[in-house]
């Protein structure tokens, strides 16, 4: 198979389409696939796992590099003859590439990945909402498909008349993130470090960001035996360090591969606090991990998290019921292990390799209604 992948977001930016787009295209390079990369020009890489990287114009907006519509764009892909164009997040680099493949006869299949009502709300942008909906729907129904990450972001796209919907998922490295690595060295290290008096150690991963809303880890001010871990940077890290004073924190910066397997490992709870994940892969890491999971009851957290066996589901904006999951798991070490066991198990069918099968068989579903494709 052929394929032209548009994504809103590449390397070196790292985020959740960054790191689902470059699972994609492993996967596709493991399988005897053949694919090129379209995204916005901000010092990405010239080629990924073998396959050519094309960077466009593109213009910055709230440090993200944001794709500009380019002739390019439509050179490419009829160039490339794909047999299908997988858009990743599409805005306005997206938009050309389906529109593009619509005039070759050639199918796309569109990711949603965006909180669009959650950002808008964040932002209070009233009418604006509606404006944003709009698009949305504007983009995605030149779709074949389009693939949702949760039954939330289902509900959305239905709400505004999106038919052509199917749910996919996202994958977690179960090697990676295992409940072993509590046993490794290195673990045992950053355990010494974050918690010397062995403290329970409830642990954060993300972006420091508005929508993240860390800041309402303040709600565990005044647990005695409890220290927080915080993984990651971002815009909001002053607006953070100062809500969290007085709670013992270890800012542990950005981290990845072994470095954050290992983290995870030196966790005893993890704790999501945003409202605006359509998926939560930190979620899946930190499940495949072995750890029970505290979130918003909104989202895609709601797909991940039975409440009760894997984890908690707090009321949005209920600051007190986050604390009180949290402090039950802390004095309850039967409990976590109970519920990081139920994790586990919750996420061992979602490997990379399986859930990257299901996008390929949405591309041939997606290949399948259009017969009149560009002639090779």
Excluded at 104 to 111: C, E, F, N, S
Excluded at 122 to 135: E, F, N, S, V, Y
Excluded at 215 to 222: C, D, H, M, T
Excluded at 237 to 261: D, F, Q, R, S, Y
Aim: charged fraction near 20%; charge should be positive; hydrophobic fraction near 45%.
């Amino acid at each position: 198979m052929r394929v032209v992948i548009v994504s809103e977001s590449f390397l070196p930016t790292v985020n959740g389409v960054t790191n689902s787009v470059l699972k994609v295209l492993d996967y596709l390079s493991a399988e005897g696939h053949d694919a090129i990369v379209i995204c916005p020009s901000a010092g990405a890489p010239k080629t990924y796992a073998g396959f050519p990287v094309h960077a466009v114009p593109a213009l910055a907006y709230r440090q993200f590099p944001v794709g500009l519509p380019n002739p390019q764009v439509h050179k490419l892909i009829a160039d490339f003859r794909p047999d299908v164009v997988h858009a990743a997040a599409p805005f306005l680099l997206g938009a050309q590439a389906i529109s593009s493949a619509n005039r070759l006869g050639i199918p796309t299949v569109a990711i949603f990945q965006t909180d669009v009502a959650g950002y808008a709300r964040r932002h209070h942008l009233g009418q604006a909402t509606k404006l944003a909906w709009r698009i949305v729907r504007w983009i995605h129904d030149g779709a074949q498909l389009t693939l949702a990450p949760s039954s939330t972001a289902m509900a959305d796209l239905q709400a505004i008349g999106l038919t052509k919907l199917e749910r996919w998922g996202r994958g977690v490295d179960l090697a990676m993130y295992h409940p072993a690595k509590k046993l490794s060295p290195a673990t045992a290290r950053l355990r010494k470090r974050l918690a010397p008096r062995g403290d329970v150690v409830v642990g954060y991963v993300g972006r420091i960001a508005p929508e993240k809303q860390v800041e309402r880890l303040r709600a565990l001010r005044g647990l005695t035996g409890v220290r927080v871990a915080i993984v990651g940077d971002g815009s909001s890290v002053p607006l953070v360090k100062k809500e969290l004073a007085g709670i013992p924190v270890t800012w542990l910066g950005k981290l990845g591969g072994e470095e954050l397997a290992t983290a995870y490992a030196a966790f005893d709870v993890f704790a999501h606090t945003g409202t605006e994940e359509t998926f939560g892969q930190t979620l899946q890491e930190a499940h495949a991990a072995g750890l029970p999971v505290v979130a918003p009851r909104a989202g895609g957290p709601i797909d991940l998290i039975t409440h009760g066996t894997n984890g908690f589901l707090f009321e949005p904006d209920n600051e007190d019921e986050l604390r009180a999951y949290i402090e039950a798991l802390c004095l309850d070490p039967a409990l976590r292990a109970r519920m990081g066991e139920a994790g586990r198990r919750t996420v061992l069918s979602k490997s990379w390799s399986g859930i990257c099968a299901e996008l390929v068989a949405h591309y041939n579903d997606a290949i399948a209604t259009v017969p009149a494709q560009l002639t090779r």
